[in-house]
């Protein structure tokens, strides 16, 4: 049974006098892969920060389950997790202690943490602060995050920089899970993303 | 007249308070003046030019 | 929501923990300031007990600010703000944890150190327990106000000079009924009034300042 | 009520309103500030305590009241600009920002040029002075938070929060600065106390506030109807002003 999750009515933002998109209207359902596609600069950030009503809309209406956004801000994010370009995690603390800090609806123990960051192939030595770790680890840990979660939206920025093969084939697989499990995933991406058995959503940025 | 500017000695109080207020005052009504000639000049301008 | 609170504040307390040049520096700070006095001044110790009272408070309020600068920037630099601006909790409970870490860090010392430089300034001993009660109140106040000149520029380029600009004219309630509570307590008056105007100011903070500070935090998350 | 209230929100009317009022404001203003001034400077009698440096009341009285009332005008537009969106609210309380400091400023020196016959010294922490000094250290604050964020709208808005922030903040202010100055100041030094204010005295002094008051008006209707012009200027109606040159 798929029930409409996220829906935006011509979405316009404009940064000073430059407008950065314009009237962008979609419905993401419940099992959709939806992404944003559009070269540099033409807003798929924006637009991802807009949807998780970081960015203040200067047209348009937002809805979660029907319900206003931002005023339903708190049912929202009960259920929707993003991973941004910056991947949050505290330099000086562990990757365990880094995810067991979120402040999402329930705080994972360290044993979901430590089984999460293994489904992740998160390698790095678990008694060393996130900053020395490598940017394709970190990643890995901000993908246990999203695990974590169990949020019914993702929204995700660019989720395959830098991961190496492995690490974009394990992106592919956790969405397709997350897909299949009747949740859905917004995401931008420049490498391609092989997501199969979905019906893939696009919307176009760069007109 | 003079004993009117003298102020009964408290001329140089006096007289500077309400200079320094009209300056500010016509200053900050001048700034708005000038503002709006260069305002209505620029859509002059930009007007001409798409007309072209 | 209190799970919530207290997870942020073991997080941030792990994380004050280590780092622990952030805070101890203002705290250095704080003592420089007072004990520059008595070398400026003379060491007279009837002069230097006559405006301890100011001294103290004054340095205090700047140590309090030189604190300030961090309460977000962190969260702002690593990018965990939105985590923080993403969570189902309240933000203003959020925030009010990050306040209460930023306290613990830097209000709290200051009161545990306030004693020392009573007696550098030749404090007359029986203000101390008036120094140490408003400065209590006071600092969790300066915390509270300060936070939301803190949110309002962290989105600005780092060490700028507005946020002093910002909050300092709103701590001069503070300082006022701070220091003349100590003052008063130093010559013997009695100081019910002063702590009691400080507590009024303190529950104020405490019910304004959070909503203030986390609707300025979502305005400096968005550029 | 709210119907009408939204009416004038949007920028064309309010822009044909500003207007039409600026003219007459203005000349409202310059009969009151003229009589207030020739009432003022010949008419009301010296003062026996002060002689006539008491005079200097008409322009510190005014400019003081005038430095309150311009904050309190922003704390309201900003409200409205925060809970009702109102961008013109928004318009109006960055283009009163100078002025209300224009007027602190005014206030704090013609208070001190006032104050020297009677203190003999320039300044005095006295408490009305002292609030000045703070108000005006506020005013310096919101306008250097509003210049110092790049996005507009979000200089806006945390221009707006500061602005809550202060009015909430200025009656406390005002009130510990009494309370701190009657707490050290021994008795003896006359404050800065109003002369026992004859009906010929006071009278002056009022056309010179409502006079004050409406050039404040004349100033702000026209710094926002530049403001509106320059950010509507290729909204339909602005297009239509500038080829019928009615602008």
């Known amino acids: 049974m798929t029930d409409v999750l996220l829906q935006a009515q011509n979405l316009s933002v404009s940064r000073g006098e430059l407008t950065v998109f314009e009237r962008k209207s979609f419905t993401i359902n419940t099992g959709m892969l939806f992404q944003l596609q559009g070269d540099n600069g033409s807003g798929k950030t924006t637009l991802l920060r807009a949807i998780c009503t970081l960015i203040p809309l200067d047209e348009g209406e937002l809805r979660w389950r029907g319900e206003l956004l931002p005023a339903a801000r708190e049912q929202y994010f009960a259920e929707m997790c993003f991973a941004g370009h910056a991947d949050g995690l505290k330099g000086d603390l562990t990757a365990v202690e880094n995810l067991t800090s979120t402040l999402t609806e329930h705080t994972p123990t360290v044993i979901e943490c430590i089984a999460a960051l293994e489904k992740t192939g998160f390698t790095g030595r678990d008694d060393l602060p996130c900053r020395v770790l490598s940017a394709g680890q970190r990643r890995r840990v901000v993908l246990a995050r999203v695990l974590l979660s169990q949020a019914t939206l993702w929204v995700l920025d660019e989720p395959l920089t830098a991961l190496d093969a492995s690490g974009r084939e394990l992106v592919g697989k956790l969405i397709e899970e997350q897909v299949g499990s009747g949740g859905s995933v917004v995401y931008s991406t420049h490498q391609p993303l092989d997501v199969s058995g979905f019906p893939l959503q696009t919307l176009a940025l760069s007109d | 007249m003079t004993e009117f500017l003298a102020m009964g000695g408290y001329a140089i109080y006096v007289w500077p308070s309400f200079a320094l207020t009209a300056i500010v005052m016509l200053a900050n009504l001048f700034a708005a003046l000038t503002r709006r000639k260069k305002v209505i000049a620029m859509l002059k301008r930009q007007h001409a030019e798409t007309k072209t | ?223 | 009520m709210f119907r009408w209230f939204h009416k004038l929100a949007s920028t064309k009317n309010f822009y044909r309103l500003a207007e039409i009022m600026t003219p007459l404001l203005a000349v409202a203003c310059a009969l009151l500030i003229g009589v207030g001034l020739y009432q003022g400077l010949f008419v009301a009698p010296t003062d026996y305590e002060q002689g006539e440096s008491y005079r200097i009341i008409y322009v510190h009285v005014p400019s003081a009241w005038m430095s309150m009332f311009i904050y309190m005008v922003m704390a309201f537009c900003s409200l409205l600009f925060l809970v009702w969106k109102m961008k013109l609210a928004d318009i109006v309380a960055e283009v009163s920002a100078p002025l209300g400091a224009s007027f602190t400023f005014l206030a704090l020196v013609t208070g001190s040029l006032w104050g020297k016959p009677m203190w003999g010294t320039w300044w005095e922490w006295d408490a009305r002075l002292t609030s000045e000094l703070i108000l005006l250290f506020i005013y310096i604050g919101y306008m250097a938070l509003r210049s110092s964020i790049e996005n507009k709208s979000s200089a806006a808005r945390a221009a707006a929060i500061l602005a809550l922030v202060g009015v909430v903040n200025i009656p406390i202010i005002h009130y510990s600065v009494e309370w701190w100055n009657t707490l050290h100041q021994p008795a003896s030094i006359t404050k800065l106390g109003k002369p026992s204010i004859h009906i010929s005295m006071l009278i002056p002094l009022l056309l010179m506030a409502l006079g004050f008051t409406l050039f404040y008006f004349v100033t702000m209707l026209l710094k926002t109807r530049n403001v509106i012009l320059e950010r509507e200027v290729n909204s339909a109606w602005v297009r239509e002003r500038i080829k019928e040159d009615r602008l």
């Open chain 3, 1 to 223: 929501m209190g799970a919530a609170f207290l997870t942020l504040l073991k997080r941030d307390l792990t994380l004050a923990m280590r780092r622990r040049s952030d805070w101890l520096n203002p705290l250095v700070f704080f003592v420089i300031v007072v004990s520059l006095f008595p070398l400026g001044i003379g060491p007279d110790g009837s002069l230097l007990s006559e405006i301890a009272p100011g001294v103290i408070w004054v340095a205090a309020l700047l140590a309090t600010l030189l604190a300030l600068d961090g309460l977000f920037r962190d969260d702002f630099d690593d990018g965990s703000i939105e985590q923080l601006l993403l969570s189902p909790q309240p933000l203003p409970v959020l925030v009010l944890a990050k306040i209460l870490t930023h306290w613990l860090i830097s209000g709290l010392p200051l009161v545990l150190l306030s004693p020392l430089l009573a007696l550098l300034l030749q404090l007359k001993l029986q203000a101390l327990p008036t120094l140490l009660g408003s400065l209590v109140l006071g600092t969790l106040s300066l915390s509270l106000i300060g936070a939301i000149g803190a949110a309002l520029t962290v989105g600005l380029r780092r060490g700028g000079v507005l946020l002093p600009l910002l909050v300092l004219p709103l701590f001069i309630p503070v300082l006022i009924f701070g220091s003349s509570s100590v003052a008063a307590a130093a010559t013997g008056f009695p100081v019910s009034a002063q702590l009691s105007l400080l507590g009024g100011l303190f529950f104020l903070a405490l019910a304004l300042a959070p909503w203030a500070a986390a609707a300025a935090l979502r305005i400096s998350a968005e550029s």
